[in-house]
């Protein structure tokens, strides 16, 4: 790819503002440098002016859902349109999940999540892994897809008879996760009580999507957290609660971290910029039914969870990407209309691999509730630390890999699903309009977003074996 | 059974502490009196003196197991027994559980209670009942059971395969509870993550008495503790946490009081005074078996819990009375001895019934933690209140039960096997001294002990229908 | 004064509720006895029938300022005018400052307070210490007034120049306190930091009296009252916290409270049903003028007080009775009128000591915030125990002081400067309705307030040598 | 000066640690680039080899007193002598306190400190301000510092008749904060209330050192910081807690900053290394005199402040540094021994500038509490950000000052007055064996310290105009 310079540009990483080029040799990052000072743009192949614009980290978006399968269909997003759609968002890594579903085995999953995903990313991307199933084989296994680079397994308090872990379970497996240095990411919802008030709703003929953000209980959640806490303080193992939506939930977090412990927690856009009201409107409430579910604002979710982000007490924004079609999708069929008179059978998901980047920093760096430093901290540098991908992933360094965002903090746009890359066929967002916007996307050292158009090819991503977190304390 | 008098004494409640001449009619309190302003007592049938002698209302133990069958074996104190002994320690009421086991009709089980206590006791009683299965029809009988007078049921958050509910049990219990007017009373211990520890403890040989103590962590009682509270928030349901022993169980009880919740907990002479090293020194430690555990010392769980006692964060001291011998019991065999070589064998519970008045009067109210009012408080007063007996029982005053004990504050004793009158063949405070003593206990009108011996007879005690409890906010 | 019977009645402590005759000898209760069952009522003097009636000990009002010297006039009522309303409201004890100003000596000040009460009261009253100059002297003087019963002293941290008390000052009274067995209770406001949001209101011509109530940030008297609990801390002294209005306090007590620590509160009636609205409409306003001030109902005080009150994280409701007319009084003067162009010049007080019980009733008790028996400990039975009057005042028990209130819980009323008796011309709660009313009041056994007419002669009503506190944990 | 490459080193920041070369361009870094993929170093005027160093940025002290008068002598350390001592232990910018007395004008003491700094210093410096005397005179001269780069003010709720400040003084300067930008640093003891313990221990005859840490109770401590931040909450302005020691002030700092508010805190190596028993030993104790004191470690403050280090909740260590011989001083004559027999007379500081970077490299990184990134954080990025200077101070990007420290992490060193630098008689921690050692130090592209020399001259430190603060939320 020879050597390529982007020249002109405010660098910003987690920590520093600064006006520098920076210097690609093939993939790599291998110098920044004062505009001026050095002969290295003559002899580039390519020059990028990034004059007026940020030079951001590409984006690490730690959540998504590619090709899941899910209650009889699969999200609508494939590992090549889904990966694509985040490249067109300034994402430049995804790390999706891996499933053991019961009775199988985890390694079994891992390689058929390998398999779907190979040759077909636009970024590269690595594996969290559920365990849905815990038991001596899945706590073997568990060394093995260490070796693989799969440093971090998810479980689930929630969906009792699917992924469900009980609390069993879920000590066993931290006990394991202490003792190789892995990483426990949990769904801390209690599902067993939610599912009693579930079935009393049905039974209420409660059965519009709205319901779906009533009896999931924001207490469940922050007594889940809470839960999940305890039981890793048990373990001596570090814990990473994901797509956190309630205050209750933050504050179990909050005082665990005050006290020094290794409790991480991510939210992702759709908590901090959608509510309850959005799941209301008859069956148009399917297009947000996802769990835990949107809250109440009212109640004061979501500046908790924005003001969570600044203080550092959330670390994260991911997107829980998991999109079903609102109508027939061309491959997988009904989607969310499986959940017509039944919001239990809802596909549970929304888009948001695409706008993850854009929505940020427009509701936290253009509102002024994050700093550009911490922006770049909460979608870039600190996913990649704490899931073990830094330096190599994560901000624009000495021996980086040239993964990078020309921002145009200027930039508007209308958020749309006429505008979006993302295969289904609605936004959340429809009719936001938004400040700030990704202008040149290149993956290591490749421009593949640029000028309007997309520029690479399938395969151009690659597998990242992931090494184990850098954020413990 | 005629007029009595108790003339002369200081007459202590939960608030007042008076000279006062007590007017007994039959078997009940009729007057209260200034000493020489009436001429009740020349007519009286009888005239006690209590010069000298606190006048207290007879203890209630709100938690007793008598005859409970548990583990191929049955806890060593029958009715006749265990009441007798109560009566002994200055206790006039009972509160046992009959027992639903799974797969079994919770009425049958109150039923069975009834048959075995009838026409045993030498004390009032009444029953909780353990809901061992939730479901429909248990949901139901909690109706019938409440026109019993059983208005209080107890859930289990340990012993999974035994008595355990999951949390949807228990939230469907409590919502039924919420309707009803009944009171939750919860064993708060995550069984099932204890369970797993329990395991691994026995596959690594640990299967001494101490390691009951240690595998069954603080931490998760803390966390049972919570995530009580947090499904009787969702349902909307009172709380009454039972055997509370940890510092973190406590606190997060401090905490939803401070929100003004109907959340209350009880703790046990044996978390006051005895700790984790009791249950060290080989198979000795088997004498100290119940769960929860005794606590370590050094973590300060128990000047914690008498601080409770004394900030009403903690509102009653009950027993958890549920002895088992060590050698051979004359009826039911081996006991504690069943456990050799294998902790989880050993069945859980202590003797403690008779002497809880005496230990927490003398470590209490003696050692300057708790006023003289506060120990009447504790001990009768918010346990008649809590479980729906009062005015009847629990104080001393117009219209009550005459249940009362006369009480020598510089009264001296060492506990022992020797003197105890429980059927079983050690104390757990052997050789300790205590000041402040039992003298004289009234139950009903009827002197039944008095000068060293009891003079009552089996089937003196009647069965309590109780209401709902009266300390709800 | 002979024999009195009440009878019939439902006669309510702060443990008990019960259907009993109450036997008066002289000034003294001297039996509490079923209906029926003794001949007392033949012999009697006086039977007074309480069929349908509660029968309540008399109110205790533990704040209260007859007759203050403040800012060139005095508040409006003498101890005989405002002892005789207290008495129409159902209190039969106050407890009222006397006065040490700068550069003067307390005995002068207590004895000066001794002769303006002398002969002037309804019933029976005491007195705390406002402590104004702390100084050797001063510390010499509280052992004398020990002596003399006054066993608390009132420190103030606002109005500096005037009460106030520096931090030294404070902590060296505390130590004293903690010496001698004394309360000290405080007024707790940063009155530093107000004075400088005092003066930049006036500068900016902020001059009605709602301004007051604005510039007198909760968060100061929060800060103040934290402070407070960390000198008492220091010193081992108890605490008591007078007229609390915000929740941020509230916090700080509960905190505090949780540690075991002595440290308790009073709220007043004005603060549990008045806001910051009231000192709006101009010089209105001025009516609602007192430090602290209302607070803004958005902000939650007023539920979190109320919450406070049920939960015993606050113990008592007094009045801080000081008031002043809108119109000229005929003794002293211009009064309110005081402040017209200048909230700072408006005299600081309401009045309340009358309406006290019925408020808190209709608030408390008709409105299902507290129950009967926690109605009578917050107005009756802790203020006595707090400060040092208990048995003898706060409940009806076996020779304590016959002072009684029959309580119609059915009756209405509707609350207006037309009915009420205190020396003032507007009432805080004009118009509003009011259930549960005081019909009989006796105090010392002889009934002072019977069918709407006043019975008693100023005079009645006697000096109360206090005890000291007897709520310590 | 010409260009300068250190090549070979590991390169660390709060965020990155890269393996690349530093290329500075007289005093400013121009790149970080790859070894070996430029042709910079051939050209370069100086290569420092740096292989197997750390590359670190040269560490900020905030919290310096050189030549402070105080108590009627001076710190033992001029500028010259103090800032070439911080140049030794790899500190390159420092920030003294230039000195508003009472009745002074604030500007004349900024242009006194400046006087005295002038051509003295090694290393760059700034200047917050004392501003002992809040008027509207000083109140319009904070305008006129901002304007000079002193951007910072410090308060003294301690030192009353000295530095103190009422809180209507606080508060003042906090609104003027407020309104121009500027951070509030705070010395938190409650000096009123300690003083009066102060006098009561001199009265005991307590004189000797080790009574100055038994009577500035941490409480004190914990109490003024709740109550500067109850008073910046009510202004609106940034704070600043200068040199923590207590964990009561550190809970009230982290509990303000789990709500989002701008309060930030340092602490000193002095208080993570040495405790109360330090302070023992007859007079010395002396050495360690400093305020806040030393604190009883059985208390756990100082495992609680490493940890608030760990987890953001103190954001800086600084030195504090403000040392006084034991002996003569040949210039300032006698300083410690001014205490003799009365502890109050003690000069209160210690020496520390110098030995700050080892002391919490070896206690922090090499003990495993710290991360690398951690240490520079809190070492250097943070405070140039937190006093407006950075990215000039504070880090290694293009365009900052090349301001580099060498660092050897398997260096070691015992520490010693032997050694030292600083011009005072006595180490705080003679003998103690660090690990990870200064090695070069390099001052805006000029070598500084090498191979054991000092090559600076006296004035090459240049006064550095702050901005405002970068670390606000």
Redesign the interface.
């Known amino acids: 790819m020879g050597r390529t310079v982007i020249s002109g540009g405010t660098?910003v990483?987690?920590?520093?503002?600064?006006?520098?080029d920076v210097?690609i040799?093939g993939s790599?990052v291998?110098?920044?440098?004062?505009p001026g000072?050095?002969s290295?743009t003559e002899g580039a192949d390519k020059v990028i002016d990034a004059t007026g614009k940020l030079v951001l980290p590409g984006g690490i978006d730690v959540h998504t859902h590619m090709e899941l399968p899910f209650g009889g269909t699969y999200s609508a997003d494939t590992f090549e349109t889904g990966s694509r759609a985040a490249a067109w968002g300034g994402t430049t890594t995804i790390i999706d999940f891996a499933v053991q579903a019961k009775g199988q085995s985890a390694m079994d999953g891992f390689e058929a999540w390998m398999k779907k995903a190979e040759g077909k990313c636009a970024i590269d991307y690595a594996f969290h892994m559920i365990t849905g199933d815990i038991n001596d084989q899945t706590l073997k296994e568990m060394d093995m897809l260490m070796d693989e680079g799969v440093t971090s397994f998810k479980l689930f308090m929630a969906y009792p008879g699917v992924f469900y872990s009980?609390?069993?379970d879920?000590?066993?497996a931290m006990q394991k996760a202490a003792d190789i240095g892995a990483m426990v990411a949990m769904h801390a919802e209690?599902g067993?009580?939610i599912?009693?008030?579930v079935e009393q709703a049905l039974a209420r003929g409660e059965t519009d999507p709205i319901y779906h953000g009533i009896v999931r209980?924001s207490?469940?959640e922050?007594?889940a957290t809470?839960?999940a806490i305890?039981?890793a303080?048990?373990a001596g193992a570090p814990l990473y609660i994901v797509h956190m939506t309630a205050k209750e939930a933050l504050d179990a977090v909050?005082a665990a971290?005050?006290?020094?412990k290794n409790v991480f927690a991510e939210t992702c856009p759709q908590y901090l910029f959608l509510d309850l009201d959005n799941m209301g409107n008859g069956f148009e409430g399917a297009k947000y039914i996802a769990s835990p579910p949107l809250r109440d604002r009212a109640e004061g979710h979501q500046e908790r969870l924005w003001?969570g982000l600044?203080?550092?007490?959330l670390q994260i924004v991911s997107t829980d990407h998991c999109p079903f079609c609102m109508g027939d999708h061309p491959t997988f069929g009904t989607q969310k209309q499986l959940g017509v008179g039944d919001f239990t059978k809802i596909p549970n998901g929304m888009p948001g691999v695409e706008p993850r980047m854009e929505l940020i920093y427009h509701g936290g760096v253009s509102a002024g509730r994050l700093s550009l430093n911490r922006f770049v901290d909460v979608m870039c540098?600190t996913p990649a630390k704490m899931f073990g991908m830094f330096?190599k992933k994560g901000?624009i360094?000495?021996?980086?890999d040239a993964d990078i965002v020309l921002w145009d903090p200027t930039g508007t746009k209308t958020m749309s699903v006429d505008n979006h890359h993302m295969a289904v066929d609605y936004s959340c967002y429809e009719g936001l309009e938004i400040t700030g916007t990704v202008e040149t996307v290149i993956s290591k050292g490749q421009v593949i977003i640029a000028d309007g158009e997309y520029h690479g090819v399938a395969g151009d991503g690659e597998y990242i074996k992931r090494g184990t977190s850098q954020t413990l304390?």
């Not at 291998?30 to 004062?34: E, F, Q, W």
């Not at 600044?310 to 007490?313: H, L």
Request: aromatic share 2%; net charge negative.
């Open positions: 660098v990483t987690a920590t520093e503002t600064m006006t520098a210097l040799d790599t291998v110098a920044l440098a004062a000072i050095h290295w009980t609390d069993g879920i000590l066993r209690n067993i009580a599912d009693v008030l209980r207490i469940l922050g007594e809470s839960r305890a039981l303080e048990v909050t971290r005050d006290l020094g003001k600044a203080t550092n007490d540098t330096p901000t360094a000495i021996g980086s304390i």
